[in-house]
């Protein structure tokens, strides 16, 4: 028998996706945004590789409040210099006033899955701008 030695990079990947939620054109974890259309940005990397295909019931998915979750695997693009990160921008149409919540889940290649979460408010006002300001003694 031969004795067989596995290179570092072999080893079981434990490590899960990171995935990131933000609104478009905003920071933060918590955020108001004028409706009724919100514009999602979420960020996926891992330290093996992802998994954004539907290939073995694991394409990314998005889940707003208690809905069903929502295969978003047809809006990722990977980076072009790392294949071990990639980009979605996903649109919800048509939310009425209030606060949502919107968990993202994704798997990286050794099957570990990965979720973020955002909460955010949707507002038919538009936010508050300050221009200037003066103090005067």
Avoid at 33 to 46: E, F, N, Q, S
């Amino acid at each position: 028998l031969r004795r067989v030695r596995r290179s570092p990079d072999r080893r079981a990947d434990t490590q899960p996706p990171v995935v990131a939620v933000t609104l478009e054109g905003t920071s933060g974890d918590v955020a108001t945004v004028a409706g009724p259309d919100v514009t999602l940005r979420i960020r996926v990397t891992d330290n093996r590789g992802l998994t954004l295909t539907p290939a073995g019931g694991r394409a990314p998915t998005l889940q707003l409040a208690d809905g069903s979750p929502v295969a978003i695997d047809e809006f990722f693009v990977s980076d072009t210099d790392n294949p071990r990160a990639a980009t979605a921008v996903y649109t919800l149409r048509g939310l009425a006033n209030g606060t949502y919540r919107v968990q993202v889940r994704a798997w990286d290649v050794g099957n570990n899955p990965g979720v973020g979460a955002l909460e955010f408010q949707v507002t038919d006002r538009p936010g508050l701008t300050l221009r200037s300001a003066r103090a005067y003694p």
